[in-house]
């Protein structure tokens, strides 16, 4: 058996707007990931370049700066989720960044289907329903991001004997 992990998921303002929040934490659900933190929060700018802290170097800035508006557009659901090697399990279930690249089946592939849905000032985002944490690395960082610990449950899960 793999280790147990925490990963960091963001339901993005998409998700919460067209109320799929419930249907995709279903599927996280449904996989055996337990959820031990919930909130939902409006992001702010800092939080918003903590966050994405590489994503300029990565992709230049206007993906950064369109991404960064995107996610501070509306509210967002941010859950920690815990399960066998959960990081890459839950990746799994997202799917690739653009929907349309995404396989049916995914949450990306089932629920959207555009890569590019969200436009401000010229420049597009992926407006992909979900942000879940790359690997093990970033998902620590971003746990003690959006998290404190006290906001973090230990709690035994019916379906622990079988999943874990
Ligand atoms: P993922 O969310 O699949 O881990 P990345 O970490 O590479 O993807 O990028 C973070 C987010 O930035 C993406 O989910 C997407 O919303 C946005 N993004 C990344 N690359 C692009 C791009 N080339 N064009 C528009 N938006 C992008």
Redesign the pocket.
């Known amino acids: 058996m793999g280790a147990v992990e925490r990963t960091l998921v963001l339901l993005?303002p998409d998700a919460v707007a067209r109320g799929l929040s419930g249907r995709i934490l279903q599927r996280f659900e449904e996989a055996g990931l337990k959820v031990v933190g919930t909130k939902m929060v409006r992001m702010d700018a800092d939080l918003a370049r903590k966050h994405?802290f590489d994503?300029e170097e990565?992709?230049g800035k206007s993906?950064f700066d369109?991404?960064a508006t995107?996610m501070q557009s509306g509210p967002v659901i941010a859950l920690v989720l815990e399960g066998v090697e959960a990081v890459a399990n839950v990746?799994r279930l997202?799917g690739?960044?653009?929907p349309n690249l995404s396989a049916p089946g995914t949450i990306r592939g089932d629920f959207a289907h555009t890569?590019?849905a969200y436009t401000e000032a010229k420049?597009?985002?992926?407006?992909?329903l979900?942000?879940?944490s790359?690997n093990v690395e970033e998902a620590k960082y971003e746990v003690d991001l959006w998290f404190d610990g006290a906001e973090l449950f230990e709690y035994p899960s019916a379906a622990e004997r079988f999943l874990f």
């Not at 420049?123 to 992909?128: K, Y």
């Open positions: 993005k994405y994503l990565r992709f993906v369109v991404t995107f990746r997202v690739s960044t653009f890569s590019k420049h597009t985002v992926a407006a992909n979900i942000h879940a790359g």
